[in-house]
């Protein structure tokens, strides 16, 4: 299910995409407005991610799209040397991250503006968005240098 | 009590040799299950005919490839469990059950795979993912990012175990120097003729930090099977039963997500383990060796902890100076394990277990051998348990 599409840098890209339908759309759509939204019960006012159609703490149906800081911390991270998957074969090494949100979420993303073998476990980051297609924005972190 | 204690055994095990290169069509793990399947029924002294039971394992080959070449004409029961490597526990629980219910009389467990020859985990792309059971966040939310290896994610959880508990890279090192001192005791073994120290250890280039090459298990070529039936039934047969003591499932919750977890070091087998054990009414200090389902060195750590042979956070510890060797305080992988012996999707923990039960694994032997764990652990996380005796 990888797409070819050209990138806002005019270059070809065929990473993988997320399929774009039900509540994962809602979330990408959001990032394509560089909002980074997650969901939170209406009932029980639970944030959570990744989405789901039902509340795990209370079982409501019912949520918000609720606007996040996009501040957070890095939680835990891996530094990949030797890729896997061929069409990150050219981004060795980095350093997928699970970054810990403000709001209690926790999510996958990817650190641009720091080396790899640099991050540190609570290091504080913010989030920017990456088009990486026209269909498709990618929510990142970036370093915060001078963190409030 | 339990209605399944102690009342399900394995009777036949059989496997085909384990390889890193086959002239084999390796466009389907057919060949390589028939293979396994034929010499586990043989090796219970039992025909094709008699299997009734076929419990495939998910994503290769199903029920009717198997029974169609085995000639299996009445096919009573048959049931696949989405859990990945914890698979071949799944299939435990359900091949006990269904004999001691009377769904089916003897129930065979396959599994295999050209995971060497044929296409590789580590090439695993989104529509492999989309088959997992977890996969659609995978897809969605992991893959877009670059994390799409199961080297890379519970590369995550390790690092995050160093950074909560100080665990070092030289512990995960003594999960793979162990394993593989046992792989140089079986002929099996693909690695048997390839020492590793913790310097060589060490030396081996990093994948996905913190995991080097040697904490990873080994893609091969091959299959196992083994063959369930009850107690009684097992007295007419060739082989010593080895009982099924006790058998257990869990699932991390959320089982498709590994990385947005409350406590991300609890696994299926953190619960499934103290149910297991309740059934076979043993403790952990009674189990003398354990066949731990090893993708990578720091879930065996991991594991360990878990179902409570150490606390958790001294599973490093545990593993260092020899604890998880031949002679230490709990044998660990005599097989050598995924690492060392050959990833056959932990298929091959329970033939070890059945060979140390029976008492024929050679100069790997542990001595007097009564009680032993297989754990599996699948997708992100799930879990399998079986306590097995003799
Ligand atoms: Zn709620």
Known sequence: MTSTDTTTAGKETSKPTPQMEGTTKEFYDFCQKKELRFQCCSNCKQWRHVPRLMCAECGSWEWQWLRSSGRGKVFTWTVVERPMHPDFVEDVPYAPVVIELEEGVRMVSWLSNCDPHEITRGMPVEVEFDAVSEQLTLPKFKRRNNPL | ????????CIVGIGQTPFLRGTDDDCSSSLRVELQACEAAIKDAGLSNKDIDGILPFYGLSIAEDLAVNLGVRDLAYQATSHVGGAGPGASVANAANAVVAGLANYVIIPGGWYGYSGRRVRQIVVQDVNAMSGGKTARDFYFPFGLTAPVQWFSFIARLHMM???????????????????????????????????????????????????????????????????????????????????????????????LTREDPFHLGVTDAAPRAFGMAGIEAKDVDFAEIYDPFTFQVIQQLEEIGFCERGSGGDFVADGGIELGGKLPVNTHGGLLSEAHVLGMNHYIEAVQQLRGNAGERQVKDAEIGIVTGFGDFGDGAIAVLGR
């Open chain 2, 1 to 8: 009590m339990s209605a399944l204690q102690n009342e399900a």
């Open chain 2, 164 to 258: 909560e508990f100080g665990t070092k890279p030289e512990h995960l090192g003594a999960v793979a120097v162990a394993q593989r001192k046992h792989a140089q005791l079986n002929p099996n073994a693909l690695l048997r003729d390839k020492p590793l120290d913790m310097a060589g250890y060490l030396a081996s280039p990093m994948i996905s930090d913190p995991y080097r090459m040697f904490d990873c298990s080994l893609e091969a070529d091959g299959g196992c099977a083994f063959v369930v039936t009850t107690k009684e039934r097992a007295r007419d047969l060739a082989q010593t039963p080895i009982n099924i003591l006790g058998i257990a499932q869990g699932q991390p919750f959320p089982a498709d997500d590994i």
